[in-house]
């Protein structure tokens, strides 16, 4: 039997906050984007904001109207990003087979540690005393025997609270859940579901695969699944590389779109051979353009997990043409994937030879 764990850092920027600040303790806090308060939002807020219907994706000026007195911080990535560095190396001790979904979330898998599910109950509960008393971080954790069923376990186990479902168990804990809040299911998603007459998850667990493969495709399927608790997708472990890019000069500056298309595919396919080398798959593009008065524009596009040359090329191209200026002519231009991940058991050529 599979064990996963869905270890999950209970409001983590706050929580971060509360460390070295005793204010952010005792009082209704809230962790917002920068100094932009009109248009800001509220990324984090503690149980203490919650109790005054503050929630994170809300306007400041919400949050403002709605607890005037609160304590907002300005968000502090570098720090939460240190504290996240230190929980990861704790769930790494716990077993090397572990996922970083984000800075706050990590799932692991422990069927080499724990054969039932009271013996997962056991290992959760010594992970989760563990990173409080270290750390002085609260997390909570979802244990099931598939990532998908983790994560649902893990909403309901929130905050600070350990929550199993067993395999069993799973289509009955999902069946009354509305449908938009099924892991992977996001806005666009649930709206299509809605209209197709899917409410719940009990619902599209049986709706007829014909009908929804037609509509959805094959993510129509994977849904039907994911709606049965049905997940066989493994815990890759998360790489240490960060990205892989390319970059060049040109000898002479440019504006002339054969010749940017040309470097671009080289570029891409350097890039491909490198990440191929390491067994790696990617999800995010990055261009970089740099103009003759040395001023640069980087931009990103993020997909799905792949591992395609074309795509790469793809949206690299389709990044430059969105966002160069018009006829300006360029003299450097970069392609970088990052997001990446290696197949667990996949060597790299690296280790071959
Ligand atoms: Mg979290």
């Given at each position: 039997?599979?064990?996963?764990?869905?270890?999950?850092?209970?409001?983590?920027f706050?929580?971060?906050?509360?460390?070295?600040?005793?204010?952010?303790r005792?009082?209704?806090?809230?962790?917002?984007t920068?100094?932009?308060?009109?248009?800001?939002?509220?990324m984090?807020?503690?149980y203490?904001?919650r109790?005054?219907?503050?929630?994170?994706?809300?306007?400041?000026?919400?949050?403002?109207?709605?607890?005037?007195?609160?304590?907002?911080?300005?968000?502090?990535?570098?720090?939460y990003?240190?504290?996240?560095?230190?929980?990861?190396?704790?769930?790494?001790?716990?077993?090397?087979?572990?996922?970083?979904?984000?800075v706050?979330e990590?799932?692991?898998?422990?069927?080499?540690?724990?054969?039932?599910?009271?013996?997962?109950?056991?290992?959760?509960?010594?992970?989760?005393?563990?990173i409080?008393?270290?750390l002085?971080?609260?997390?909570?954790i979802?244990?099931?025997?598939?990532?998908?069923?983790?994560?649902?376990?893990?909403?309901?186990?929130?905050p600070?609270?350990?929550?199993?479902?067993k395999?069993?168990?799973a289509?009955?804990f999902?069946?009354?859940?509305?449908v938009?809040k099924?892991?992977?299911?996001?806005?666009?998603?649930?709206?299509?579901?809605?209209?197709?007459?899917?409410?719940t998850?009990?619902?599209?667990?049986?709706?007829?695969?014909?009908?929804?493969?037609?509509e959805?495709?094959?993510?129509?399927?994977?849904?039907?699944?994911?709606?049965?608790?049905?997940?066989?997708?493994?815990?890759?472990?998360?790489?240490?590389?960060?990205?892989i890019?390319?970059?060049?000069?040109f000898?002479?500056?440019t504006?002339?779109?054969?010749?940017?298309?040309?470097?671009?595919?080289?570029?891409?396919?350097?890039?491909?051979s490198?990440?191929?080398?390491?067994?790696?798959?990617?999800?995010?593009?990055t261009?970089?353009i740099?103009y003759?008065?040395?001023?640069?524009?980087?931009?990103?596009?993020?997909?799905?997990?792949?591992?395609?040359?074309?795509?790469?090329?793809l949206?690299?191209?389709?990044?430059?043409?969105?966002?160069?200026e018009?006829?300006r002519?360029?003299?450097?231009?970069?392609?970088?994937?990052?997001?990446?991940?290696?197949?667990?058991?996949?060597?790299?050529?690296?280790?071959?030879?």
């Amino acid at each position: 039997m599979r064990l996963i764990l869905l270890i999950d850092m209970d409001y983590f920027f706050v929580a971060c906050e509360e460390l070295r600040n005793s204010e952010a303790r005792s009082r209704p806090t809230i962790v917002g984007t920068g100094n932009a308060e009109s248009r800001g939002v509220v990324m984090t807020c503690n149980y203490e904001a919650r109790k005054y219907g503050i929630r994170s994706g809300m306007p400041l000026s919400q949050a403002r109207s709605l607890k005037k007195d609160a304590l907002f911080l300005p968000e502090d990535f570098e720090y939460y990003e240190s504290e996240s560095k230190k929980v990861m190396a704790l769930i790494k001790e716990f077993s090397d087979r572990m996922e970083e979904v984000s800075v706050d979330e990590a799932f692991v898998e422990i069927s080499n540690r724990a054969s039932n599910y009271e013996e997962a109950f056991e290992a959760a509960s010594e992970l989760k005393k563990k990173i409080k008393e270290r750390l002085g971080l609260p997390c909570s954790i979802g244990i099931s025997t598939n990532k998908l069923m983790a994560k649902m376990a893990c909403e309901k186990a929130k905050p600070d609270g350990i929550k199993i479902v067993k395999a069993e168990d799973a289509k009955d804990f999902l069946k009354d859940m509305p449908v938009g809040k099924l892991y992977g299911v996001g806005i666009k998603t649930r709206e299509r579901l809605e209209r197709l007459g899917y409410m719940t998850v009990g619902e599209l667990a049986n709706a007829n695969p014909m009908l929804l493969r037609d509509e959805l495709g094959s993510f129509g399927t994977e849904l039907i699944n994911s709606a049965n608790g049905i997940d066989e997708s493994e815990v890759i472990e998360s790489s240490e590389i960060k990205s892989i890019g390319r970059e060049r000069t040109f000898e002479i500056d440019t504006s002339d779109k054969n010749v940017i298309n040309a470097e671009i595919r080289k570029l891409s396919e350097e890039v491909f051979s490198e990440l191929m080398k390491n067994g790696f798959s990617f999800k995010t593009v990055t261009i970089k353009i740099r103009y003759p008065d040395f001023s640069e524009r980087l931009k990103s596009r993020s997909i799905r997990q792949t591992r395609s040359l074309d795509e790469i090329v793809l949206l690299a191209e389709k990044l430059f043409e969105e966002n160069a200026e018009q006829s300006r002519k360029v003299r450097k231009i970069g392609v970088r994937v990052s997001g990446l991940l290696r197949q667990k058991g996949q060597k790299s050529i690296a280790e071959f030879s």
